[in-house]
């Protein structure tokens, strides 16, 4: 199991930042892009910003040949000033005002997601003759950060969205789907990528020939609980490209790794601010200095367990880890209980590893009054 990057562990030591912080190692987010790409050769990597956009994460994924997946004019903003050519993005959110589909195809973006028919008008309205794909309803049973139904549609609706675009002037490029985030089973792909290979079939049958698969993120990180390797993702995925969509002459295949390539580049440094003792029938309670609005936004429901680390060791017995706020929801872990050193106490330092993804981004901006969270990013800027 991984541990903290040698370069995190120093700059912690050396420079002892204020808390809450994220530090955030740009070789491992260049290394974890390497092994993606070796795992998945068959598929061109959108980096999904919302995970984190530090623009230094833009700027050495961009270096190293990434495009990205972006959600609003702010990420599209934020990629053009990183040097990321306009071509290089996807507006891959499905929810989108029409004043931000003009801005986005305005800044030069022709790729974009929908799936349903008044995102359709819009996008025949604001970006005419743009490259548009359709998001399938897919399953995400397996993910610990499930997407549910809020996206995608049926097959048999996206083969009529694709046609409706077509007869708009829109350019109908190909379908999307997203199998949640965080997903343990590499065998979730498969059927999504059935049903897509129907959807392709079915509109070369209405003289419509799609040029692009989009299978998505979700390709996990290491929390508490094992997960598979990348390269059985990429083993699993080819197979069943091979299956559904033939060894060669394949569509172009797209995907949307976010977790994956930063979650393991970070480590969000919390420190103690009080301790509240066991008493009979009650439990010994931790409070950090961030919570669930401070950057540790996915452990809501306990979805995200992440790895920790303190400078103390064995004896050790559980507690409930629970940030500063004033809110009762502000509880980072109650049913899994972390097994955490005795002599933890005020002003010692907790590091929640992996934590590289999806915690700047969803800290508040001052709730409470505690401002967002700081990031630091270390390593090769290149
Ligand atoms: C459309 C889309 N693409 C990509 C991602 C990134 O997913 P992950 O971080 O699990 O790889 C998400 C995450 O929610 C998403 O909604």
């Not at 299978?215 to 996990?220: E, F, H, L, V």
């Not at 002459?249 to 390539?261: A, Q």
């Amino acid at each position: 199991m991984m541990g903290m990057s040698p370069r995190i562990s120093a700059f912690l030591e050396e420079e002892d930042p204020p808390t809450p912080c994220l530090v955030l190692d740009l070789s491992v987010v260049g290394r974890r892009y390497r092994e993606l790409r070796a795992a998945m050769p068959f598929a061109t990597p959108y980096y999904a910003v919302k995970a984190n956009p530090e623009p230094a994460v833009i700027r050495r994924l961009a270096a190293l040949g990434a495009r990205f997946d972006v959600a609003s004019p702010a990420e599209i903003e934020m990629c053009l000033e990183c040097g990321v050519p306009p071509q290089a993005l996807s507006y891959g959110n499905t929810v989108k005002k029409l004043a931000d589909i003009g801005r986005a195809y305005e800044a030069g973006v022709r790729m974009f997601a929908f799936d349903s028919t008044r995102e359709v008008e819009k996008l025949a309205l604001m970006a005419p003759g743009a490259q548009v794909f359709c998001r399938l309803l897919a399953g995400s049973a397996g993910a610990r950060w499930p997407l549910s139904d809020k996206f995608g549609c049926t097959p048999e609706l996206a083969v009529e969205l694709l046609q409706q675009a077509a007869k708009l002037d829109l350019t109908p490029y190909g379908v999307s789907f997203h199998v949640g985030s965080q997903q343990t089973d590499p065998h979730r792909w498969e059927s999504s990528i059935a049903t897509a290979a129907m959807v392709f079939t079915e509109l070369q049958a209405a003289g419509i020939e799609l040029e692009m698969l989009n299978i998505g993120g979700g390709y996990p990180a290491q929390y508490l609980e094992e997960v598979p390797p990348v390269s059985r993702y990429g083993e699993v995925i080819k197979a069943a490209l091979d299956r559904w969509f033939g060894g060669t002459d394949r569509p172009l295949i797209v995907s949307e790794p976010g977790r994956y390539l930063t979650a393991e580049a970070g480590v969000l440094r919390t420190q103690v601010v009080s301790v509240r003792r066991p008493c009979t029938g009650c439990d010994r309670w931790i409070y950090l200095d961030a919570g669930k609005f401070g950057g540790l936004a996915e452990t809501e429901g306990e979805a995200i367990r992440y790895r920790l680390a303190t400078g103390h060791g064995e004896p050790a017995n559980p507690v409930v880890l629970a940030g500063p706020t004033c809110d009762s929801v502000d509880v980072i872990s109650r049913q899994h209980k972390y097994s955490l050193p005795l002599a933890l106490d005020i002003g010692d330092t907790v590091d929640f590893l992996s934590a590289g993804a999806y915690t700047a981004s969803y800290s508040s901006v001052g709730f409470n009054g505690f401002p967002p969270l700081r990031t630091y990013c270390i390593g090769d800027q290149s």
